[in-house]
């Protein structure tokens, strides 16, 4: 059985920063692409940053682009996401997924986390 946890959400002031770290089980974790998809109150689920199993491609948001970085560690089997520079705006829940796809990972992956809360207060 698949499963991604994610950890290490929280309540911080807007320009901190916040890490991100999602463990995994349940799968070959250097066959997988991760990714890190959020949904803010009232709104869709947006995609954030995904990253390839070689490490050797990132994608992210524009939202996020500068202000976010993606890794992963294949020895950990844990995919990470560090914030830094947030905004109130970035407040959501932020998923943890995974998928064989570089491009599906990014749009619908297969598998989700079940999301660590993310607040920025102003």
């Known amino acids: 059985q698949v499963q991604l946890v994610e950890s290490g959400g929280g309540l911080v002031q807007a320009g901190a920063s916040l890490n991100l770290s999602c463990e995994t089980s349940?799968?070959?974790?250097?066959?997988?692409?991760f990714g890190w998809f959020r949904q803010a109150p009232g709104k869709e689920r947006e995609f954030v940053a995904a990253?390839?199993?070689?490490?050797?491609?990132?994608s992210y948001s524009d939202s996020a682009k500068g202000r976010f970085t993606i890794s992963r560690d294949n020895t950990e089997k844990t995919a990470y996401l560090r914030m830094s520079s947030l905004k109130t705006e970035d407040t959501a829940v932020y998923y943890c997924?995974?998928?064989?796809?570089?491009?599906?990972?990014?749009?619908?992956?297969?598998?989700w986390g079940q999301g660590t809360q993310v607040t920025v207060s102003s």
């Open positions: 990253i390839d199993w070689k490490k050797s491609e990132t």
């Open positions: 997924t995974s998928d064989k796809s570089f491009s599906t990972i990014q749009t619908s992956p297969t598998y």
């Open positions: 349940g799968i070959t974790f250097h066959y997988y692409h």
